[in-house]
Each structure stands twice: as C-alpha cells, then as structure tokens.
Nanobody, 121 residues
Framework: QVQLVESGGGSVQAGGSLRLSCAAS????????MGWFRQAPGKEREFVAG????????RYADSVKGRFTISRENAKNTVFLEMSSLKPDDTAVYYC??????????????WGTGTLVTVSL
C-alpha cells in the first residue's frame, strides 16, 4: 500500500531546471520500484525515468537521457526527478508511480495525482 504525492512543478524558461519530488506514504516504500511518467497536451502518457527499489538501477527515456536524473531517499520515503536543460517539449503533467516489477513497463500499481511542468521559450 503506497500513497504518492508529487510536488515541485512550475513554470520555467527553456534551459532552466526544476526538481520534482514524490512523497510516499509508508514503511513499505522500499519494496517498490519507482517511476516518473508524463503526459503532454494532446499526447498519451509516456515513461520518463525509473529507479529500482534499492536505488541502484535506473532507466530513462531516450528523450531525457543526460538531462534528467531520478533518485530516491528510502529513509525519507521520497523519490526525486531532477530536470535540467529543459525544453518546451518537456511541458507536461508529471506523474509519480510505484510498482513491484523491474524494469518498469508502465503497468504501475500506484499513481500520484501529477504536477504540471511548463517550459517556455
């Protein structure tokens, strides 16, 4: 049982950075693999980044490799997404999610409610 709440979204100009946070509910957080997904206007939701339950393994969408970094602090029940060199195409609602399987494939067990990131020129 995991409850997820995202925060840290906002508006930024192209080339800027943001750090998203996802706070999880309870002591079972360490069991789950965590991921970030996003949904841009007029597009389907897509995978962005994932991290294994221990934080040792990570995976990124090709579109964000080298620009985004996912991390987690299990003692704080929190997962992060550090975003840099942001582009207008990164504009989307970003969702935190949790699953029991690695690698992540989008079939997640739990989802947050999302946080909006808007990147302007």
């Amino acid at each position: 049982q995991v409850q997820l709440v995202e925060s840290g979204g906002g508006s930024v100009q192209a080339g800027g950075s943001l750090r998203l946070s996802c706070a999880a509910s309870g002591r079972t957080f360490t069991i789950f693999q965590m991921g970030w997904f996003r949904q841009a206007p007029g597009k389907e939701r897509e995978f962005v980044a994932g991290i294994s339950s221990t934080g040792v393994s990570t995976r990124y969408a090709d579109s964000v490799k080298g620009r985004f970094t996912i991390s987690r602090e299990n003692a704080k029940n929190t997962v992060f997404l550090e975003m840099s060199s942001l582009k207008p195409d990164d504009t989307a609602v970003y969702y935190c999610a949790a699953d029991s399987t690695w690698p992540l494939n989008g079939g997640m067990d739990y989802w947050g409610t999302g946080t909006l990131v808007t990147v302007s020129l």
